[in-house]
């Protein structure tokens, strides 16, 4: 951590220690980052570790505690501290059953790194998580989308796209889905064990020649490898790391006609809602 990314240039690593970093509740500084913000990782670490320092943190069951050390790490860090946050977006919409957040980390070598937030501890999160079975787009990946066009009508310089869990996912759909223009600036998208797509949108992206390859981890669950063709060639690298391993549940979900599996997830979130799991 003592290299600015101008001696050693960003990488999976970094990535994955912002998408790690995009679940602290930034509100919680008491800063705005909201807009176009120049505020340091070094300043909002240091301004939340003041203003909680006699509390314990915590994230919820999902979320590890210790994402505050790394936050209180990383503003002491060489290579991260000077990196500056912006754009920091947190919505949960119940009605809409949307679990979205994001933030915009500006590295320092004339780029910056859009981090997508996975699912956290609310229950609408994991009812949207449900909905990617059955559902395309669900109302987070629309977001994702729409807030990587925001970002980079307003900031100039390549584009690093990542997230772990869902927000893995939520890189790759805003990749594919961004205008040409926008997409030309992407470098890299990271994907940390997310899921990838469902047999009938890789279809339909076969049918569009948007992908040329698709990788399947496993029988029933099929990933997004590497490059994709034609306007989308630029791709440098689509990085995924995949460490758990759901093949039952992605049987039983293959398995299922889609107006079943609605039904399905519905009468399971209603479970989870009467044993007041939230």
């Known amino acids: 951590g003592d290299l600015t990314v101008k001696q050693a240039p960003f990488n999976s690593i970094d990535n994955l220690i912002l998408s790690t970093l995009s679940y602290i509740d930034f509100e919680q500084t008491g800063l705005d980052l909201s807009g176009r913000s120049n505020v340091t990782i070094k300043e909002a670490g240091e301004k939340f570790s003041l203003l909680h320092a006699d509390e314990k943190m915590n994230l919820g069951r ?55 937030r996975g699912t956290d501890d609310t229950i609408v999160g994991w009812k949207e998580d449900f909905n990617m079975c059955f559902q395309s787009p669900v109302p987070s990946q629309m977001q994702a989308v729409e807030y990587l066009h925001q970002v980079a009508l307003v900031k100039r310089g390549k584009i690093y796209l990542g997230g772990h869990s869902k927000g893995g996912n ?46 399947e981890e496993y029988e029933f669950y099929p990933q997004i490898d590497n490059a994709p063709s034609n306007k989308k060639l630029q791709f440098k690298e689509i990085i995924k790391i995949f460490i758990n391993d759901y093949i039952q549940m992605n049987q039983l979900v293959e398995a299922m006609p889609e107006q079943e599996l609605g039904r399905f997830v519905a009468e399971l979130y209603d479970m989870y809602i009467g044993a007041n799991y939230s």
């Not at 501290?81 to 009605?95: A, F, G, P, T």
């Not at 994907?191 to 469902?198: A, I």
Request: with cysteine.
């Open 62 to 116: 999902v979320i590890p505690d210790t994402i505050f050390e790394l936050f209180d790490v990383l503003s002491r860090c060489r290579r991260f501290q000077y990196m500056k946050l912006s754009h920091y977006i947190n919505q949960v919409d119940e009605k809409n059953e949307k679990q979205f957040s994001a933030i915009t980390v500006d590295l320092g070598d004339g780029g910056f790194c859009i981090a997508y």
């Open 170 to 215: 939520l890189a790759m759909v805003a990749a594919m889905e961004v205008n040409d223009r926008i997409f030309s600036r992407i470098k890299k998208v990271y994907n940390f064990d997310g899921p990838g797509l469902r047999k009938k949108e890789i279809a339909l992206l076969n049918k569009y020649d948007t992908f040329a390859n698709i990788f």
